[in-house]
């Protein structure tokens, strides 16, 4: 039997919460997207999660380490093990629960986010 790989657990997982949907990009990745706004994609073929982050939010993550600085406020997470899958999953969920509640407030500019 075949090991479920980190990108996969971090795609199936997402994939059950309310509002993501997922679909290829040109470059071979997968977006998740909350209604249309991308939360970030996983590059199944080289083991990553590139995600776009809010400055502030984006040098907390930096700094602790959960991911490396991609380019122009995205950042992007290695998804060599379980672990890594878990914390890329805690960070989408960061940014899912962050658009959900300003969903909630009614704000439509979703820029920072």
Do not use: C
């Amino acid at each position: 039997m075949n090991p479920i790989s980190p990108a996969r657990t971090v795609l199936d997982e997402v994939g059950t919460w309310a509002g993501i949907t997922t679909k290829p990009t040109p470059r071979g990745a997968t977006a998740i997207l909350f209604e249309g706004h991308e939360l970030g994609h996983v590059h199944a073929n080289r083991g990553t999660l590139d995600l776009p982050l809010p400055a502030d939010r984006r040098a907390q993550v930096l700094e602790a380490g959960r991911a490396k600085e991609w380019f122009s406020g995205w950042a992007s997470k290695q998804l060599a093990s379980s672990a890594d899958a878990d914390d890329a999953i805690a960070l989408l969920r960061e940014s899912y629960d962050a658009l959900r509640a300003l969903e909630v407030t009614g704000i439509q500019n979703r820029e920072d986010f």
